[in-house]
């Protein structure tokens, strides 16, 4: 493949816009994980409140992408992605004015910023439909890797909430929203032709396909693990490696980097070798990755209590790093892979199955964030919520193998890709 086959093949103005799009759209939707430490020494919240209110955007995330997914295709993609835009962007500029008086405000606050994650349903199959099966993978990782939001949340957030308060955070973030938002107002288009509108009947006869089913299950494992972790990782630094704010959203930066950026790798890889091979491979490296964060002990709080900088985290913190940075990296590449393979099989049903499927990957990453919540409540560390998700990966590896004979010789052996 040559990038020369995106620009002749599709329309790359729209391409860009998703990827902008969910980029700004992802940003604002996990804001609150990188600011919760800010947020919660206001409020005086518990360590366990916190994972729940990081939790909340993405659970409104799921819940949202569904409906998105029904109006995109009733109104049109970018007409649903421009009203989307709009309301995060009043919302940041509101909570930037007026801030957020309690817990309760923060989890209102968490579910419209829900809206953010809901941009999945839009943008990916508004990106999709420009482009022919063959080139499905990567186009679909190029406009998913927007969640390299993240990224930037986590290395610039913390920074600028030491110097200017957390809600200075929603005024630097207000300035791209509204760039964006002008850019993709002038340059999105919806792919021509008709779009079968869809309803909630819709929905319910794709749930009763099995393989609807194993996407759901394959991407609640992938992305829930990476949307998950990043919702999370920055207060797990700094409860369980006693590490400063800062240097906390330094290191979740390079760990959620790997999983944003290697989603097109992860597209073209399924491309090059079949998504479920790639899937296997990517599903046994997380597994393992979550066995052994499980086993790493405590860090040492520095005397004095205040926490680590980053050149002084111990090694055990570092190990932590590298092996979550490893199973992003995999998650992401998982990703990609995943829709490597939806377009070949509901090709006629992508919004459908992207929100479905994006459903089952918000609905993954809340579950992730309670389930370290629930660790931590209930046995005072993090060790058997990634102990559990470990396992989760495993049976993600059974079920490839439980279903690949039969997706190769079917669909797949019609399909025009390697599957």
Not at 190 to 207: E, F, N, W
Not at 245 to 271: E, H, N
Request: aromatic content about 12%; glycine content about 14%; some cysteine.
């Amino acid at each position: 493949m040559k990038l020369s086959d995106l620009k002749q093949s599709g329309h790359w103005p729209t391409l860009l816009s998703a990827f902008l799009y969910f980029d700004i759209s992802f940003m604002a939707w996990v804001s609150l994980g990188p600011l919760m430490v800010y947020i919660a020494k206001e409020m005086n919240i518990p360590i366990e409140q916190k994972l729940t209110l990081v939790a909340i955007p993405v659970l409104s995330g799921a819940i949202l992408r569904i409906p998105m997914g029904i109006l995109a295709d009733t109104i049109g993609s970018k007409l649903t992605g421009t009203l989307a835009q709009i309301v995060m962007t009043l919302s940041c500029a509101y909570v930037f004015w007026f801030g957020l008086s309690g817990p309760g405000a923060v989890a209102v606050f968490g579910a419209v910023l829900g809206l953010g994650g809901a941009s999945f349903a839009v943008a990916l199959p508004q990106a999709s439909r420009w482009y022919p099966p063959h080139l499905q993978g990567v186009v679909m990782g190029i406009a998913g890797a927007g969640n390299m939001g993240v990224v930037l949340d986590t290395l610039f957030a913390p920074a600028i909430a030491e110097h200017f308060g957390w809600q200075g955070v929603y005024a630097a973030l207000l300035v791209p929203m509204v760039l964006i938002l002008a850019f993709y107002i002038f340059a999105a288009k919806d792919a021509p032709g008709s779009v079968k509108r869809i309803g909630l009947k819709d929905y319910g006869k794709l749930l009763l396909d099995s393989d609807s089913r194993w996407f759901m299950f394959f991407y609640f494992i992938t992305f829930g693990g990476f949307v998950g972790l990043a919702s999370a990782l920055p207060l797990y630094f700094t409860s369980h490696f006693h590490v400063t704010p800062v240097a906390s959203g330094l290191m979740v930066s390079l760990i959620v980097f790997f999983g944003s950026t290697f989603r097109p790798v992860g597209g073209a890889i399924a491309d090059r070798v079949g998504g479920i091979k790639s899937l296997t491979v990517m599903f046994l490296v997380v597994a393992a990755c979550y066995l052994a964060i499980s086993q790493l002990p405590e860090g040492v709080g520095r005397a004095g209590g205040a926490g680590w900088m980053l050149t002084e985290l111990p090694a055990e913190g570092w190990l932590a790093v590298a092996l979550f940075s490893l199973g992003t990296l995999c998650l992401g590449m998982g990703n990609g892979a995943v829709f490597q393979l939806l377009p070949q099989r509901f090709r006629g049903e992508v919004g459908v199955m992207t929100g479905l499927v994006g459903f089952a990957g918000g609905l993954g990453g809340f579950f992730l964030a309670k389930a370290l919540a629930t660790s931590k409540g209930m046995t005072g560390g993090f060790a058997a919520g990634f102990l559990f998700f470990s396992v989760l990966a495993l049976l993600g590896v059974a079920g490839l193998t439980f279903v690949k004979h039969r997706w190769r010789t079917t669909w797949g052996a019609v399909s025009g890709a390697r599957i």
